[in-house]
Nanobody, 123 residues
Framework: QVQLVESGGGLVQAGGSLRLSCAASGRTFSSLNMAWFRQAPGKERDFVAAFKGIGSSTYYADSVKGRFTVSRDNARNTAYLQMKKLKLEDTAVYYC????????????????WGQGTQVTVSS
């Protein structure tokens, strides 16, 4: 079992920045693929970014490339999502996820999910 707890969400003006954190416990963190998804009201939960445990490759949705950066600190069992140049359309609940499937952009690849943290971007 893996427990995930997100933090760092909040209200920010368009163009601003936020950093989300995801603290993991319960299993060897370094072997896990860590990802961020987001879900806006009335929409599907979409892939945002991922960081593979083996090989350390990173992946991003086209909508966030160049603005968001995913990282991890294996010593602290924590994953991060640095978000810059935030746009109104980035408003959503952001979820941290952990898994070991090779396809890291799919929700089905992740067995463990956090409770989510709200990010609201205002004009």
């Amino acid at each position: 079992q893996v427990q995930l707890v997100e933090s760092g969400g909040g209200l920010v003006q368009a163009g601003g920045s936020l950093r989300l954190s995801c603290a993991a416990s319960g299993r060897t963190f370094s072997s896990l693929n860590m990802a961020w998804f987001r879900q806006a009201p009335g929409k599907e939960r979409d892939f945002v970014a991922a960081f593979k445990g083996i090989g350390s490759s990173t992946y991003y949705a086209d909508s966030v490339k160049g603005r968001f950066t995913v990282s991890r600190d294996n010593a602290r069992n924590t994953a991060y999502l640095q978000m810059k140049k935030l746009k109104l359309e980035d408003t959503a609940v952001y979820y941290c996820a952990a898994g070991q499937h090779t396809i890291v952009t799919s929700r089905a690849a992740y067995n463990y999910w956090g409770q989510g943290t709200q990010v609201t971007v205002s004009s």
